[in-house]
């Protein structure tokens, strides 16, 4: 079950961060004559210069956001050796890197032309939230074992659960 309601999560990640491709000629060569790398490819971030200005931006909030269910979700679909603080945050890197670098890879691979705006800041955010969602999954599991919980559940799902919460971050 978990397993499937991550995949369910990353299926809609794709969707929003990649999708939709642009498909019908005439926008393709309507975009190509407007969207220019220099406008649309950001390496530099600016996140010390002008960080309250950042927090206002919606933008900022949705990455985000982007990235909290990724963090909490993570320590229920992988296997107990990757259940680590450590594993998550890299997990969490790769993944806000892998959906820039996929972004990238189809402009230069299918398009010639940056299709979607490709920004460092992106990476940044996304992080950010994967790992404030995995902060919040090991503050539960922290909670759980305080509480003295020492047995699963009769539900198979439940015992999971008690296995993630017993193993993540202790």
Known sequence: MCVALFFFYLWGVCNY??????????????????????????????????????????????????????????????????RTMKHVIAFAFAFAAGLELMQLGISLAFYGFPYRSIDIEDVVFVFVGAVLGAMCTWIGAVIYRRIGWNRGALVPVWNHFHDVFCSFGA
């Open 17 to 82: 961060a990649i999708c939709p491709l642009p498909i019908d000629a005439d926008l393709i060569e309507w975009m190509s004559s407007v969207q220019r790398w220099d406008e649309r490819l950001n390496l530099r971030p600016r996140l010390l210069l002008d960080l309250l200005y950042h927090w206002r931006d919606a933008d900022v909030f949705w990455n985000v956001v982007l990235g909290i269910p990724f963090g909490l979700g993570l320590p229920f679909v992988v296997s107990d050796k990757y």
